[in-house]
């Protein structure tokens, strides 16, 4: 018999399995993450990449991936933010993103405010540029290089720089007024 | 709100295209070049000058990926891989010479001055932010502006910071050149002794930062060099908060990886805020390690510990080990110490104690300043029994610290700051007298103050509670200390009177509802001012104490009972004004006495009972209170004010008894300001008398009084023309002494003087005329037609026929520049009677 998986996954689904995944790359990098190697996001992503291309799902492009996978970035990093800033005082979330020195603290809690507060900014750069939105979206949550970007998004890698330039100076009076 | 989207959409679409275009050129181009750009689009060109002004500094921003953002790192080796570029720089008055170390938020450079104006090394920091938001680089400049006002010889200097050009934030800080402390302590074999007198150096210095509200936040061997004087010196006070720096330049690398929490205190590892008593656990590690030669937990000491989470785990959860216990099982120990075995057996159950307290995992259960840490040290260098061991009053304030640790870390320093001041009051059997005082001034007005204070804050009654307990047990244990001090035991009653305040008062001021207490509070006040004015029942100090003492539960009393409560507030009166007797220069008292008769006044209405005799006593009471004060400045002014007021209002009513009272009031007071030193060259206040003069000239001829009037009215113009004589050109004493002139002429009629009336109306016309030129208020130019047309009757009557005719024809021309004059009674008649001279013959 031929495997019962079909090759080409619907969308919704190879986002659930994208973001499952991710979470749990995630999760297992914040918990032993050591202060000697960088963690990041496009390490992640890539690592993702790499397992589930060892199963039998399929994409259309390593692009599409890119493009799912950061999405799933996102949410991973805003339920993060958002259950650190719920569980300040504790909790296995606080510790769980103690990494690095600790008198870091204060400064992971402000850190944290910035992501949630960005993400409020990108929110409405959504409405009014869906697009360049996600830019930003592929560039800050999915770690994705101006090259990567516009190779996810078929577009030149002018044109991405052009709006990554203009959507940081839009986020940056957006978070200051 | 469709069209709107849709509107907004667009605009951002054509911002963006100019914007994108703008962003390339030099930031000084950009404005012409969207100028030209968006031609006549307001619209557009205000949007993206808009989003120009947010363009600053966004070169670094949201460059890192949120994952690396959140984790408070970054991808250091890319972004730091630039770093070269600023060898060479000039950062401020320094240039940057090379580098010296790095970490995890930063890069730390030497430099040197610049203009080469003295040898002077500083290290500079360069650190790496992810997000520096307007708010945040005001925060860190706020924090750094109270960073540098640290100065102390064992805390290396913030000197300057700033961010660069690009937005990156600098710190300019003391260049130390030394060893890490344990390095140092193992390399010179020192022995427990000295590490501990070394340990106290410390302690001094963030002791001294504490009292000024700054917390280290990151005391670790790696930040305290010791020089080649065997001067510890504290590096990165503050710094932590300001950004941290856990990998730091020119200090060793930990046994552990630069991240291991190991230093970290358990309240910062639970995200909690910070107090003075972190410190104090971050002190407490650093000696132990330093007499124990290993870490007091266990697994991190064994090396099983290898992640930051582990560490966290440890440093939470696993119990203290005994110091003593450590450095016999330590071989480190053994071989570095000198003095061997002997030496470190010496690390006996006090010094455990000690340690154990410093580093316990509750802040509440550390000591709770860095003070009481570093007197125990003394005491047990000394062979002293040590504090830890025996509780002490002060633990109250400890708990307080610890439960209220939300409130603001403010608020924590603060009662450390008092704790402090008591600790070294009590123990320390007043070293010296001065001192002494000095301590319990600051810790009895930091009390209280503070209570103010917190009553602001949302939600603080809980707070003050507490707050007024502690000051009771504060109070309690100084008077316990007082002994035969009276100027101590006056102190302390004062000190129970507020607390009671606080507790119950009869007035309207705030207070907790606690009336069992405060009578507890005022009863203590009384027992100990009792004896001190048994033995000296002059003491004016402890009958001021008593009499607002009487004042405040004659108030409570009188709600119950109001003939004793009024008896014992009219006693506090009573009392206040021996105290003036005594002391008539006393204004505190002075000031009590009024306003403790208003409580006479203000109790009697509660109880229903007449007040109108009570009310005409306190009136009169201020009233001789306000006298006595007539000889400050501003009582004075506003004084002269209202008499000058009342002088019109009864001159206008022709009440000239009234009104000749009032200006010889002003005239009085007047005199009294210009006789203050301050005053006695004022140009205003000797024009206030002399037209004090003027208008008491006006009142008299009024009231047909000629001669008194001619009198007063020389009396001014002789000081207006001396005046004159020193402030020539000042048009108002020359407006005045014009207006003089024509009064004394009037007066001068009353007495039928007409020669010497015509004399002074002529005067007057020709003195106004000098002003011609100048600009005058409006409210001369009718005096000076009068003056006119005076001038012209008064030499008609007499025949002066020449002078008649100048004045008379003066006025009509005067009548063709200021018509408006003459339009109306009674300048329609002047110009009328000068029309009639003129053409006479």
């Known amino acids: ?177 | 709100m469709i069209t709107n989207k849709t509107n907004q959409a667009d605009l951002w679409r054509r911002a963006k295209e100019v914007l994108a275009d703008a962003l390339v050129l030099p930031s000084a181009e950009r404005p012409d070049f969207v100028m030209t750009r968006c031609k006549d689009d307001a619209e557009l060109k205000i949007e993206v000058m808009s989003l120009l002004s947010h363009a600053k500094n966004s070169t670094d921003f949201i460059e890192a990926p949120a994952l690396e953002s959140i984790h408070g790192r970054r991808a250091e080796d890319v972004t730091f891989a630039q770093d070269k570029k600023y060898v060479g720089a000039r950062i401020g008055a320094y240039i940057l010479s090379g580098e010296i170390g790095r970490g995890g938020m930063g890069v730390v450079y030497r430099a040197m001055r610049a203009d080469g104006a003295y040898e002077q090394q500083v290290a500079v920091k360069l650190l790496k932010q992810n997000f520096a938001s307007d708010k945040d680089t005001r925060r860190m400049t706020r924090e750094r502006q109270a960073l540098a006002q640290l100065n102390h010889p064992n805390i290396a200097r913030l000197i300057d910071g700033g961010n660069l050009d690009d937005g990156m934030p600098y710190l300019v800080m003391e260049y130390i050149e030394g060893t890490q402390i344990d390095f140092y302590c193992r390399t010179n074999n020192l022995s427990m002794f000295d590490r501990i007198k070394l340990v106290r150096q410390v302690c001094a210095a963030v002791q001294s930062a504490h009292q000024q509200l700054l917390i280290h936040r990151d005391i670790k061997p790696a930040n305290i060099l010791v020089n080649t004087e065997g001067q510890p010196k504290l590096l990165d006070f503050g710094i932590a908060r300001l950004i941290d720096i856990s990998r730091d330049a020119n200090q060793t690398q930990d046994m552990l990886s630069p991240f291991t929490p190991r230093y970290a205190s358990p309240e910062q590892m639970r995200g909690e805020r910070v107090s003075v008593a972190t410190d104090v656990y971050g002190l407490g590690l650093l000696l132990y390690e330093l007499l124990a030669g290993a870490s007091p937990y266990q697994r991190i000491a064994s090396g099983d510990v290898s992640t930051a989470s582990d560490a966290i785990e440890v440093v939470l959860a696993d119990p203290l080990r005994r110091a003593s216990e450590v450095a016999r099982a330590s071989t480190a120990a053994r071989s570095d110490i000198s003095g061997g075995n002997s030496d470190f057996n010496m690390l006996n159950g006090d010094i455990d104690i000690i340690l154990l307290k410093a580093c316990a995992k509750l802040p509440s259960e550390r000591y709770q300043t860095v003070a009481q840490l570093d007197q125990d040290l003394q005491r047990w260098l000394e062979g002293r029994p040590i504090l830890a061991r025996t509780p002490t009053w002060h633990y109250t304030f400890k708990k307080f610290v610890a439960r209220h640790r939300a409130v603001s870390a403010m608020a924590v320093v603060a009662f450390a700051a008092i704790a402090i001041g008591v600790v070294s009051t009590i123990s320390q059997k007043r070293k010296t007298e001065a001192r002494y005082t000095e301590v319990r001034q600051l810790a009895n007005s930091l009390i209280f103050k503070y209570y103010n204070k917190i009553q602001e804050l949302p939600g603080s009654s809980a707070v003050r509670k507490e707050l007024a307990a502690e000051g009771l047990t504060f109070l309690d244990s100084l008077a316990a200390e007082s002994g035969s001090d009276k100027v101590l035991a006056i102190e302390i009653a004062d000190g129970y009177r507020q607390l009671m305040i606080v507790l119950f008062n009869g007035h309207s001021l705030p207070h907790l509802g606690d009336k069992m207490g405060a009578a507890s509070a005022a009863k203590k006040a009384y027992a100990l001012l009792e004896p001190v004015i048994r033995k000296e029942p002059n003491n004016n100090a402890a009958n001021g104490v008593l009499a607002e003492l009487d004042n405040e539960t004659g108030v409570i009393l009188a709600q119950e009972n109001p003939v004793e409560g009024l008896a014992r507030i009219e006693g506090a009166i009573q009392r206040y004004a021996e105290i003036l007797k005594r002391d008539p220069t006393n204004k505190d008292a002075a000031f009590k006495l009024v306003q403790t008769h208003f409580s006479v006044v203000a109790s009697a209405m509660n109880s229903r009972l007449p007040a109108e005799k009570f009310t005409a006593d306190a009136v009169a009471a201020f009233k001789q209170w306000l006298s006595n004060r007539m000889d400050e400045q501003p009582v004075q002014e506003l004084n002269t004010l209202i008499v000058r007021t009342q002088f019109r209002q009864a001159f206008a009513n022709k009440n000239y008894a009234d009104a000749l009272k009032y200006i010889d009031d002003e005239i009085a007071g007047l005199s009294k300001l210009l006789a203050l030193k301050v005053n006695e060259n004022s140009v205003v206040l000797q024009g206030h008398v002399n037209a004090a003069w003027a208008a008491k000239g006006v009142v008299l001829i009024d009231d047909n009084r000629a001669a008194e009037a001619i009198a007063a009215l020389n009396k001014s113009s002789t000081q207006m023309k001396q005046m004159l004589a020193i402030d020539g050109g000042n048009v108002n004493t020359q407006l005045r002494i014009a207006r003089n002139a024509t009064h004394l002429g009037k007066a001068l009629l009353l007495q039928n003087e007409t020669k010497g009336a015509a004399l002074a109306f002529g005067t007057s016309a020709d003195e106004y005329e000098k002003l011609r030129g100048k600009d005058v208020p409006a409210y001369v130019y009718p005096q000076q037609a009068e003056a006119l047309w005076r001038a012209a009757k008064a030499n008609d009557a007499l025949n002066e026929n020449a002078n008649a005719h100048r004045y008379a024809n003066a006025l009509i021309l005067f009548a063709q520049e200021r018509s408006n004059i003459f339009e109306k009674q009674p300048g329609q008649n002047w110009l009328i009677d000068a029309k009639a001279i003129a053409i006479k013959r």
């Open chain 1, 1 to 177: 018999m031929e495997n019962p998986i079909p090759t080409i996954l619907d969308a919704q689904i190879q986002s659930e399995v994208i973001y499952a995944e991710l979470k749990r790359l995630a999760a297992a990098h914040m918990r032993r993450e050591r202060g000697d190697h960088t963690l990041s996001a496009t390490a992640l992503v890539h690592e993702t990449y790499l397992k589930l291309a060892k199963s039998n799902l399929d994409w259309r492009s390593r692009a599409q991936f890119f493009g799912l996978a950061t999405s799933a970035m996102r949410h991973i990093l805003i339920d993060y933010a958002n259950a650190h800033r719920a569980e300040k005082r504790g909790g296995e979330w606080l510790k769980l993103t103690i990494t690095g020195a600790m008198s870091e603290i204060d400064k992971i809690a402000a850190e944290v405010h910035d992501v949630l507060e960005l993400n409020e900014a990108l929110l409405t750069l959504q409405q009014i540029d869906p697009r360049q939105a996600r830019v930003v979206e592929l560039r800050f949550f999915g770690g994705l290089s101006i090259e990567e970007t516009a190779e996810t998004l078929n577009l030149s890698v002018a044109t991405i720089k052009r709006e990554w330039m203009t959507a940081k100076v839009f986020l940056k009076r957006q978070l200051n007024t």
